[in-house]
C-alpha cells in the first residue's frame, strides 16, 4: 500500500506543476487578447486605404510577439495601438502594420540570411525571427546600447 501511495502522490505533484506552469499570468493574458485585435482590426483586415497583410507566418508572428517588453513601462498599456510609440533618444518603435507589411513584403524564406542594421528595441526583427519558422537566425545591428 505505500508504494501505491508513493506513486499516487508524484503523479498528483507532477500534474500540479504542469497545470501551474501553465496557468497565464492575467496581465499577460490581456496583452494576448490586445495583440489578437490588434492584428485583426489594424493588419488582417486593415482599415481606410491599407492594404491588408496575407502571409500566415507574418500574422502569427504579429500575434506572438510580445510588443509590450519593447516599450517603457508607461507606455505597456499603448504598445498595441495603431500609432509608433516612442522609445527614447528621438527614436520610436514603429507602428504595428508598418511592421508587419514591411516583413511580408520582403518575402523571407527559413533558409534566407537577414541582418538588419539600425534594429532599435529590436521588435521588428523579433517579429522577422518568429516569422522564418525555425529557419536561420535574424542578425540585428544597432547602435545605441540603450535602446
Not at 500575434?63 to 516612442?86: M, N
Request: glycine share 6%; hydrophobic share 40%; net charge positive.
Amino acid at each position: 500500500m505505500p508504494k501505491r501511495s508513493l506513486i499516487l502522490a508524484s503523479l498528483w505533484l507532477a500534474l500540479s506543476v504542469v497545470f501551474d506552469a501553465s496557468a497565464e499570468d492575467p496581465a499577460e493574458a490581456e496583452f494576448r487578447l490586445l495583440r489578437e485585435k490588434m492584428v485583426k482590426e489594424q493588419i488582417s483586415d486593415a482599415p481606410d486605404f491599407r492594404d491588408p497583410v496575407k502571409d500566415p507566418r507574418v500574422l502569427t508572428a504579429m500575434r506572438t510577439v510580445p510588443r509590450h517588453h519593447f516599450v517603457e513601462k508607461r507606455l505597456q498599456s499603448e504598445a498595441y495601438g495603431d500609432f509608433p510609440l516612442p522609445i527614447g533618444y528621438g527614436q520610436t518603435i514603429s507602428q504595428p502594420y508598418v511592421v508587419a507589411l514591411m516583413t511580408e513584403m520582403l518575402e523571407v524564406k527559413p533558409d534566407h540570411k537577414v541582418l538588419e542594421v539600425g534594429t532599435g528595441t529590436s521588435e521588428a526583427a523579433q517579429v522577422r525571427q518568429r516569422q522564418r519558422e525555425g529557419g536561420r537566425r535574424v542578425l540585428r545591428l544597432g547602435r545605441g546600447r540603450s535602446l
